[in-house]
């Protein structure tokens, strides 16, 4: 088998849709030897922030010597970004040999069953982390978290990020029904951590966490140093700092300073110079994450007033979202995102009028860039599918067509 076609085969899968439920990935799990019990997992979710926390924990823990295994989605281009080593994308050749591996196993699988493509790609990066002796793994769930493919694991410790309104046609139309979802993720006598949250959602967390007698441990905000951009990024540095202090693998305080002074995550207020433009990357595409956005682009260019280039998601708050940025951008690009759920770009443009005088909309990214090329400061943001598109496109990362295995919905159990 070739690495395009084992891509190949995850594109057949993702054709199955997306589930919530448990049964699949432990039956696929019990067949692979159950990796995830050789494994110490710190599982975190949350509505904002979780790819953050769990890139500065692993920065934290390499710092201190750990090999440490890496479990996030989706991907901005390539598969491969989902499942890493200290950092690195695992092999094309590792992704033929799990997915060899993973075929045969399918062969024992329940007759009447099919697993999805996140159920197969969890227990494959979980059977990774076992391969290669990871001494630490951080695991981001996919969607919610009591019926998330990843909540087959018993963590080390569990960690719940901020937690607002999103997918709320799956987890629930309220806050406490969400804050349910995530809290599904606290296991018995497993510590668990959380960031500074809304009344609601901390007495839904809290609660949950006592009934399990569950250690529960809740930031009091606060803002800790760390490379990434943002009030926000201080406040998820400081939650990341405190599940180091206070879990069972031994940090000192100078690799924790340097784990959070190193630290990388693509697509989080990131910034990139070409030539003498200013490209600020941002993967905002929910309120809470526009708002913290707003306040990067506040903090770190004051004064300056960016060409917002975006591009949503019909199934998002996209009102919201062009409330709190268009009225900070001198100018408003709408571009289509590749996505059967795309939000046509007329309609976008006909909202952000409302909150920007110089609005235009395209019918191509590609017509896009070229409408924002000569712009000082450009904000790309709206959609993870637009991001990575917008990545490939300017050079700075390239993959055989792997972006497309982002897409998903979700069927009935």
Request: glycine residues 6%; aromatic residues 6%.
């Amino acid at each position: 088998m070739t690495y395009p076609e084992a891509i190949d085969w995850l594109y057949d899968l993702r054709l199955l849709g997306s589930k919530l439920g448990l049964d699949n990935p432990r039956q696929l799990a019990s067949l692979a030897d159950d990796p995830q019990e050789q494994l110490q997992i710190i599982h975190v979710a949350g509505t904002n922030g979780k790819g953050s926390v769990c890139a500065m924990l692993e920065s934290i823990y390499r710092a201190a010597g750990y090999r440490t295994g890496l479990f996030t989605s989706p991907h901005l281009v390539s598969f491969r970004e989902r499942i890493q080593i200290n950092r690195e994308h695992i092999p094309e050749a590792e992704v033929v040999a799990l997915v060899e591996s993973m075929q045969q196993r399918l062969c024992e699988f329940f007759a009447d069953a099919s697993p999805t493509f996140f159920e197969v790609i969890t227990v494959m990066a979980l059977e990774t982390f076992a391969w290669h002796k990871c001494d630490v793994v951080l695991l981001e769930t996919g969607l919610g978290g009591r019926l998330d493919a990843t909540n087959i694991v018993t963590p080390v410790a569990s960690v719940i990020t901020p937690v607002d309104l999103d997918h709320q046609q799956y987890l629930g139309e309220t806050l406490p029904e969400i804050a349910a979802e995530k809290a599904g993720i606290i296991k018995p006598g497993v510590p668990v951590f959380s960031a500074r949250q809304e009344p609601p959602v901390a007495e839904v967390i809290q609660q949950t966490a006592e009934s399990l007698g569950a250690l529960y441990t809740l930031t009091l905000g606060g803002e800790t140093p760390t490379a990434l951009l943002g009030r926000h990024q201080r406040e998820n540095a400081s939650l990341a700092k405190l599940v180091a202090e206070r879990t069972n693998l031994p940090v000192t305080p100078e690799a924790i300073h340097t784990g959070l002074a190193q630290v990388h995550w693509a697509a989080r207020a990131q910034c990139h110079t070409l030539g003498s433009q200013q490209v600020v990357i941002d993967a905002a595409h929910n309120p809470a994450s526009a708002e913290a956005l707003a306040d990067v682009l506040q903090e770190e260019f004051p004064g300056q007033r960016p060409t917002l280039l975006i591009g949503m998601l019909a199934d998002k708050n996209w009102e919201c979202i062009l409330a709190t940025l268009a009225p900070l951008s001198t100018r408003v690009v709408c571009v289509p995102v590749s996505s059967e759920r795309v939000l046509p770009p007329a309609q976008l443009a006909e909202e952000a009028k409302a909150g920007c005088e110089q609005v235009e909309h395209h019918d191509s990214l590609a017509d896009g860039l070229v409408a924002v090329r000569e712009a000082p400061l450009v904000v790309v943001t709206g959609s993870l599918y637009l991001i990575g598109e917008v990545i490939e496109q300017l050079g700075l990362m390239t993959a055989a067509g792997e972006r497309g295995l982002n897409e998903w919905k979700l069927s009935k159990p």
